[in-house]
């Protein structure tokens, strides 16, 4: 059993110093996961894991495609049973350019300039049928315009007025021998790919700025997975503590003076300010302002110290200094040991030193930069 300094002692069973992450009681696992998340593309703040539930719409989605535009597959005339999300999210993912009509349902698909009728026309739509819905063809209801004849009970006054909305949108296709061609929305060429459904299917993502840089940074595994954590605010300091009911000490561990965030922790805290601005003088930068703002502003601010060529050495040494930030905070929240800034400074050039021997080769020409 761990001591927590500030945390009370219900609330974890165990820590990792090193990687800064809390397995809590309450929680029954592994409380920094961040759940489905994780399977959302890096842009958007995931690990870049497939996310199985929408690759099987996307694959479901590869059904519906064949089924429409193969027809010599044996099982394209039966009836396929798809989930309705994947039913939805083919219909709004196609357009039909229509030909001759044959296979391209005159109720359901969208063949009207990218619209379909049944969204054109819903209030309509209820006093059609729901066999001559999932029947009808373009061929067939252009011919002696025998859709108007499927339509059958007292229509009302706002379905007569879509009547006349799809008869006028109508009026002058005229089809050809051509066939249909039925069209993806997110291929150029029109065609269908499981990796393109894959993809739309995120489209509705938020994306997290730097969140893709931080897989592209040289630095070990656990100090990616810190940052990418840091990055979305998911470690577990003070602010997020309060958040979700848990004990807290509300100040800085470093400072002991500004409420605890972990952006106020790796950037606006006066003790990573003073070991960041340290740290870019040692490295032939000069700091014009203090640091300051989320952690992603502040690195932008850190990689523009240098010239571009060194912008991928910046990126790994500010990981390194951010971790060394946060693990000097563990070590003083957890096992009430602090360290001075010139310490932590030599720790720095000596990790950096094993990084470069690791093979970060981008950091070796920063630190060479200022050695030559």
């Known amino acids: ?14 820590v990792d110093d090193s990687y800064g992450l809390e397995v809590t009681a309450m929680s029954g696992g592994n409380a920094w996961w961040p759940g489905r998340r994780a399977h959302g593309q890096k842009s958007s703040g995931g690990l870049g894991i497939t996310d199985l539930k929408l690759q099987a719409t996307a694959f479901e989605a590869k059904w519906l495609w064949l089924q429409k535009t193969d027809a010599d597959r044996a099982w394209t005339s039966l009836p ?6 994947a039913r939805s999210f083919f219909q709004a993912s196609t357009y039909t350019i229509i030909g001759n009509g044959r296979n ?11 619209v379909s009728i049944r969204a054109m026309a819903p209030t309509l739509m209820h006093f059609v ?15 002696d315009r025998h859709w108007v004849r499927t339509i059958s009970g007292g229509v ?5 007025t879509e009547y006349l909305q799809v008869w006028h949108a109508i009026e002058d296709i005229v089809l050809t021998d051509a066939p249909d061609r039925l069209v993806w929305r997110w291929e150029s060429d029109g065609s269908f790919s499981v990796r393109s459904a894959y993809q739309a299917l995120h489209l509705g993502s938020h994306p997290i700025p730097g969140c893709v840089r931080i897989w592209e940074v040289w630095a070990p595994l656990k100090v990616k997975l810190f940052l990418w954590l840091a ?12 958040k979700h009911g848990l004990d807290a000490h509300d100040t800085c561990f470093l400072c002991d003076q500004e409420p605890e965030t972990i952006d106020h922790i790796i950037v606006e805290c006066s003790f990573a300010r003073q070991l960041w601005f340290e740290a870019a003088t040692t490295l032939g930068a000069t700091l014009t302002e203090q640091p300051a703002g989320a952690i992603v502003d502040w690195w932008q601010t850190w990689r523009a110290l240098w010239p571009a060529s060194f912008a991928r050495g910046a990126d790994s040494m500010f990981t390194l200094i ?7 905070r563990n070590a003083r929240c957890f096992r009430g040991v602090a360290t001075q800034i010139p310490a932590i400074k ?3 050039k000596l990790q950096a030193e094993l990084w470069v021997q690791a093979g970060a080769k981008h950091l070796g020409c920063l630190i060479q930069r200022v050695i030559g």
Do not use: Y
Not at 1 to 14: A, D, I, N, P, Y
Not at 156 to 160: C, E, F
């Open 346 to 348: 030599a720790t720095i």
């Open 129 to 143: 049928p729901k066999r001559v819905i999932c029947r009808l063809t373009v061929a067939e209801a252009l011919t």
């Open 80 to 85: 396929l049973q798809q989930s309705n999300e």
């Open 322 to 328: 951010a971790w060394e930030i946060w693990k000097e």
């Open 104 to 114: 391209t349902l005159f109720w359901q698909d969208r063949w009207v300039h990218g």
């Open 1 to 14: 059993m761990v001591c927590l300094h500030g945390h009370g002692q219900r609330s974890t069973q165990s």
């Open 231 to 242: 990055v979305r605010r998911r470690q577990w300091t003070a602010d997020r503590r309060r």
């Open 156 to 160: 009302t006054a706002p379905a007569a």
